[in-house]
């Protein structure tokens, strides 16, 4: 029984009072008197302060006795007063020992910072960093073709004829790879010897994009052909690159890349022609940028890199000249200057602004944040962790099982929950979930890249394009669907019948205008009445289309990422849409 409850009088204690009056003679011999009278505190003791907060000139005055279970004599050290203090009197002691109050504050506010710092790292450990889906786009092909006749004597041979062929890059890549290195993903050792490897091809300048070119193509070439993926970490968040390819021969598997991303890097080249070639003469910039904005990314970071190039060096002219081209465009595209774009200038070989700001030696007119600065900073996404599950399928691989690989759109994912792959209707169970890493976990939220491993369903049976859903609310399927276009480029005219392949989320399909339904106005937006025979460059229609097999969709006011697409034709970027209406399959 402890001290509390011998304190508590026989009237006020639940018990019957006959049970303490009943207490046992063995507490005696603790020192403790069972009926001793109840303990009345003294309202005028001086306040308790320990030892080891006590100041050296106050160690000879004796702390005031600690309350006891019965009341005791004061100590013979502590003499007694011979007159009550007043009020002035009585305040002035706890006004002296100013010391001792500013080791309690600070005592206290290191307490406090330390629970601030452990809940900080419980909440980490429970749910993790936010994770950020980053897609590196831009692209700048300048091929110069010059034909000259001359002659070469060396060792009697003669050459005539020759043919240069020049290739410039934006330096999306190579960005990327030196975030990885910045940030500790790579380490001295790796780069070394991509260095050596790339000196040894006379590529001495590439060797930073090799952390995320990995085959014989990509190296050789200098360019990206296929989406690549890597992962680093800062103190704040969790991040995964796309390094989506930038020519125009593998624009399908940049919009790949784009349709995982939340925020995308357009990566534009400062140097004298490059970028003139790249945004004006009709080069990529622009595709990429609409690719963009279509497959959901909602903030786009505009870098102005190679600014540290002889034609440019670091040239505040010439980093306004590009900012005050590419607004307009980026703007007409459907980013909000205010809040969708961000425009900083860097150095992806060297590094500068890629992780800390550069310094005011370098570039004295910039006052933003780096890179990662501004991404650790950002506002947090808007994730629809309580939506039912959608996973589309980017990826599948057969090993110990069917593995599949995809971005959790909306929802979560727990290991051994059933689930749904649409559209061939297959109710299938989760055994594992990989993250970035490779590492198991038990749970994938709204916005991972996850690698999933499923029970119930062979590879053959699945396929790119398909989704992974709830049981009870699976996605929507169907072959026919209503949308909204918005025709960018076509030579000819556009009437029902028209043909051209279909890239919504992972999926990529061919589909035919079934019909035309209704023209918008571009002031008002009205629908007209009467159906159109036909549509041109610049118009917006409701137009119903049809696909020869089934596929995944949701209307875009439902499930955005789900409904918005792009209509592509003999390698040009058609139309831009999204879904109105989903007429589903019986």
């Known amino acids: 029984m402890s001290e509390e409850n011998i304190k508590i009088a026989p009237g006020e204690n639940w018990e019957e009072a006959a049970e303490t009056e009943a207490l046992p003679q063995t507490f005696s011999k603790m020192g403790l008197n069972a009926n001793a009278p109840v303990f009345k505190p003294n309202v005028n003791a001086k306040e ?154 006379s590529r001495e300048s590439w060797y930073l994009s090799w ?17 690549g993926r890597a992962y680093f970490e800062t103190d704040k968040r969790r991040y995964t690159i796309l390094d989506a390819p930038g020519h125009k021969n593998y624009v399908p598997s940049m919009i790949g890349g784009a349709s995982q991303a939340d925020v995308g890097i357009l990566v534009i080249s400062a140097r004298k022609g490059e970028f003139e070639t790249g945004f004006e003469r009709g080069g990529q910039t622009r595709e990429h940028a609409v690719l963009a904005k279509t497959s959901g990314v909602s903030k786009l970071i505009v870098a102005i890199n190679k600014m540290d190039d002889p034609t440019v060096t670091w040239s505040k002219e010439r980093y306004d000249e590009c900012v005050n081209k590419l607004t307009p465009f980026l703007k007409g595209s459907g980013f909000n ?18 992780k800390d700001r550069v310094s005011k030696d370098v570039c004295n007119w910039y006052n933003g944040p780096s890179i990662l ?72 939220y709204c916005g991972d890249n996850v690698r999933l491993r499923l029970k119930g369903i062979e590879e053959e049976e699945c396929s790119t394009g398909f989704v992974v859903c709830d049981v009870k609310k699976p996605v929507k399927t169907t072959t026919t669907f209503e949308a909204q276009l918005a025709i960018l480029e076509h030579k000819n005219i556009i009437c029902a019948g028209y043909s051209a392949i279909l890239h919504i989320h992972s999926c990529v399909e061919e589909i035919s205008v079934s019909a035309l339904l209704h023209v918008l106005e571009k002031k008002t937006g009205k629908r007209s009445k009467k159906a159109p025979q036909f549509v041109k460059k610049g118009q917006k229609v409701i137009a119903r289309l049809e696909t020869p097999g089934p596929i995944c969709v949701e209307t875009f006011e439902d499930y955005p990422q789900l409904g918005r697409f792009t209509l592509r034709d003999e390698g040009k970027t058609i139309a831009i849409g999204k879904v109105t209406k989903v007429i589903e399959n019986q």
């Open 48 to 201: 308790f302060v320990p030892s080891w907060l006590q100041n050296a000139t106050e160690t000879t005055s004796a702390p005031a006795p600690a309350p006891a279970p019965a009341p005791a004599p004061a100590p013979a050290s502590a003499p007694a007063p011979a007159e009550a203090p007043t009020p002035t009197e009585a305040q002035a002691p706890a006004e002296a020992p100013a010391p001792n109050d500013d080791k309690k504050s600070i005592s206290v506010a290191a307490d406090q910072a330390e629970d601030e710092a452990v809940d900080s790292e419980v909440i980490e450990d429970l749910y993790g960093k936010e994770h950020i889906n980053l897609v590196f786009i831009g692209h700048v092909d300048l091929e110069i073709w010059k034909y000259y006749n001359w002659v070469l004597i060396f060792y009697h041979y003669q050459a005539s004829v020759r043919e240069i062929r020049i290739f410039l890059y934006a330096g999306k890549s190579t960005m990327g790879g030196n975030i990885l290195f910045l940030t500790g993903m790579i380490d001295q050792r790796t780069m070394d010897k991509y260095e050596k490897e790339a000196k040894e091809q």
């Open 211 to 227: 952390a995320l070119d990995t085959n014989k193509e990509e190296r050789a070439k200098g360019k990206t052909v296929e989406c």
């Open 337 to 354: 200057p205010a809040t969708d774009l961000e425009f900083m200038p860097v150095s992806g070989f060297t590094g500068l602004n890629l």
């Open 373 to 444: 600065e501004y991404l650790d900073n950002m506002q947090a996404l808007d994730r629809k962790i309580n939506s039912p599950l959608m996973v589309p399928i980017i990826e599948k691989y057969k090993d110990m099982g069917t593995i599949v690989v995809g971005k959790v759109e909306s929802g979560k994912v727990t290991k051994g929950q059933s689930v749904m792959v649409m559209p061939n209707k297959r109710t299938v169970e989760i055994s594992a979930i990989y993250n970035e890493l490779e590492d198991e976990v038990s749970t994938g």
